[in-house]
């Protein structure tokens, strides 16, 4: 069974209402408030939650409040990021976040026809947008799921005045961000569906499709503010859903992507190796090689999700000096896991268990997890990471 996150956008996405929609589901609004603050925006923003109902539906309504006087900075991509690195987010919470301004910034530059760098984020209202933008990466984490799927996303109808004028609904970036998304049109009058919310779907989910055997055990609604023939609400569930299982595994379809480089410096291997995961890769793996006329190189190889094709070929072409990609299908074939959350005399540890065909299981304490306490407690990672295992091996033998 795979821990799962649905999203029905039903009556389309924003980023106020994807807020609201993960409070509802159970992130704790005081745990957003507290990693909100390390952005150190508290003089041009305040989030209010509150319990709101549409047509009848409860949930969560979010809003993010401008303050009074509070200046209004245009932003560029490059500034935004440096807020996020600053602020010193856990987990994966900096890289989802910066994943989604760089998806953000391509598509509004792609629209104006200028490079993603001088971007200004006033179109989308840059505090909005950073809010919205962390809420979500922070929400994702929190949840800890093993993969997120969407239903058909609703964009609206009718038209929108933007910068460019009277435009058909979707907005220009939305329209740019869902491609290749399944997406249904006019179920309601007006736009349904924001740039930021269609950026949280372009880099959340893993696959747009129906669940299988999926058995929700929470759901959550995020309120919106329009009024439609239908609620204005975002719903989401969180339960598990069955994968394909051969033999005793779980199997799974993804892409594997490969380039062979032999021109490029041995330092800039890392930020490459970040970037595709920030992309969305799976797994990444640099191999030496021996090229034509005998130079040594390397072989780059990425595993990831079909829908994140695109995604990780842009990083490959940007970040490393490849003049080309080719890319195959594959299937993964994956032992059942789970995550436990041990708190041990040191702190709260995750642990990542595998059952074996045969039954067994088999774990490992997370890295990332280990380090950090290692950090905090000025301690050896070796000896903490001794000491860890030995008090999680006692829990998971008890």
């Not at 009556?11 to 390390?38: C, F, N, T, W």
């Not at 490849?322 to 540890?349: C, N, S």
Request: proline residues 4%.
């Amino acid at each position: 069974m795979a821990r799962t996150l649905l999203y029905d956008c039903f009556s389309g996405i924003s980023g106020d209402m994807h807020i609201g929609a993960m409070v509802d589901i159970g992130v704790p609004e005081d745990y957003l408030r507290g990693q909100l603050a390390k952005l150190s925006l508290d003089s041009e923003f305040e989030l209010e939650v509150e319990t709101a109902t549409k047509m009848g539906i409860e949930g969560s309504r979010a809003t993010v409040v401008l303050r009074d006087g509070a200046p209004r900075p245009h932003r560029r991509l490059a500034q935004i990021v440096e807020i996020i690195e600053r602020a010193g987010f856990g987990g994966g919470t900096e890289a989802r976040a910066v994943e989604m301004f760089r998806a953000l910034g391509k598509a509004e530059a792609e629209v104006h026809g200028i490079d993603v760098e001088e971007v200004h984020f006033h179109e989308v209202g840059a505090t909005d947008a950073i809010v919205d933008i962390v809420s979500a990466a922070l929400g994702l984490e929190y949840l800890e799921v093993d993969e997120v799927l969407c239903r058909p996303v609703e964009v609206g109808g009718g038209t929108i005045v933007c910068e460019h004028g009277r435009m058909p609904v979707p907005a220009p970036a939305t329209a740019s961000l869902l491609r290749g998304v399944p997406c249904r049109y006019g179920g309601v009058d007006g736009e349904a569906t924001t740039p930021t919310g269609a950026t949280i779907l372009k880099c959340a989910v893993d696959a747009f499709d129906e669940p299988r055997d999926f058995v929700a055990e929470r759901i959550g609604y995020g309120i919106g503010r329009k009024d439609f023939s239908l609620p204005n609400v975002l719903r989401v569930a969180l339960g598990d859903s069955a994968r394909h299982r051969t033999a005793g595994y779980d199997v799974e379809t993804n892409v594997e992507i490969e380039c062979n480089i032999d021109d490029m410096r041995a330092e800039a291997f890392q930020p490459l190796i970040d970037g595709l995961f920030a992309a969305g890769a799976k797994d990444v793996m640099v191999t030496p090689a021996l090229m034509k006329k005998s130079r040594p190189g390397h072989r780059v190889s990425v595993l990831a999700a079909k829908d994140r094709l695109e995604a990780v070929v842009e990083r490959l072409t940007d970040d490393s000096t490849t003049i080309g990609v080719r890319f195959h299908e594959v299937q993964k074939w994956m032992l059942p896991r789970r995550t436990a959350t041990i708190e041990t005399t040191f702190g709260k540890i995750r642990v990542k268990v595998v059952q074996l065909p045969n039954g067994h299981e088999r774990w490992k304490s997370e890295h990332e997890d280990v380090l950090a306490l290692a950090r905090a407690r000025g301690e050896s990672y070796l000896a903490l990471k001794d000491a860890v295992d030995r008090e999680i091996a006692q829990w998971m033998n008890d």
